[in-house]
């Protein structure tokens, strides 16, 4: 079953600008992760940020994360054209490790 | 960094017969492994968390008996899509993870199976 929603379903923007990502789940977490995934390829894991955080960067990267309200966001600044890909957010809950994946957001960066 | 590599990246079936797809952990030892599947412009659905040396634990509504799993070694699990149809067309992808809870998965590069 599918833990989260995301919003928007689909981005696109010009090189330079920034890009935000919305996430929403359901249940209690352990942590949060999100994925970026090109075309036809596997997963690569961006950001994980446990439940006991609120914030967390990664170079370009900036996830946030609000348990009260079940959502996370997930910031690209200065995108490029190589930022353009599908992102999800994945929820890790209980004690069995799987993560749950959210719908995913197409992000396409124009040059 | 930690590896997954999984074979074959493409593979075309006629309806009835079956194929193995396998998912090994390179440098690291890997005791779950989990299979998820992909439809075009949709998100990863979980099948089933593969366990080594034991039963693996399926997801509601995946049938077991169509998707065999084997885990047989600390590197190396299979997913068998068995008298495939066309219905089974999709994109399967296997994870795992090299440290305990509270990490990130690594990926395979996952397999594009086409059944005509």
């Known amino acids: 079953s599918q833990q989260g929603e995301e919003d928007p379903q689909a981005l696109s923007i010009q090189e330079g600008e920034n890009a935000t990502m919305n996430c929403s789940y359901k249940t209690s977490i352990n942590n949060l992760q999100w994925y970026r995934q090109n075309s036809g390829r596997g997963l690569v894991h961006l950001i994980l940020i446990r439940s006991n955080e609120r914030e967390k960067h990664s170079g370009r990267l900036r996830v946030t994360l609000d348990t009260s309200k079940k959502s996370s966001s997930l910031l690209i600044t200065a995108s490029r054209a190589a930022d353009t890909a599908s992102y999800f957010c994945?929820?890790?809950?209980?004690?069995?490790?799987?993560?749950?994946f959210g719908q995913g957001t197409t992000l396409q960066v124009k040059p | 960094g930690a590896v997954v590599s999984q074979h074959p990246s493409r593979v075309i079936c006629k309806s009835g017969t079956s194929v193995k797809i396998e998912c090994r952990s390179l440098?690291?030892?890997?005791?779950?492994m989990f299979w998820y599947r992909q439809f075009p412009k949709q998100s990863l659905m979980l099948m089933a968390t593969s366990n080594e040396g034991s039963k693996a634990t399926y997801e509601q509504g995946v049938e077991k008996d169509k998707f065999l799993i084997n885990h047989a070694s600390l590197t190396l699990s299979t997913l068998t899509v068995t008298s495939a149809h066309p219905e089974d067309s999709s994109f399967y992808i296997c994870?795992?993870?090299?440290?305990?809870?509270?990490?990130?998965?690594?990926f395979g590069n996952g397999t594009r199976l086409t059944v005509t």
């Open positions: 440098d690291f030892q890997a005791t779950t």
């Open positions: 994945a929820t890790d809950a209980g004690n069995t490790g799987k993560l749950i």
């Open positions: 994870s795992a993870r090299d440290q305990q809870y509270n990490s990130p998965l690594h």
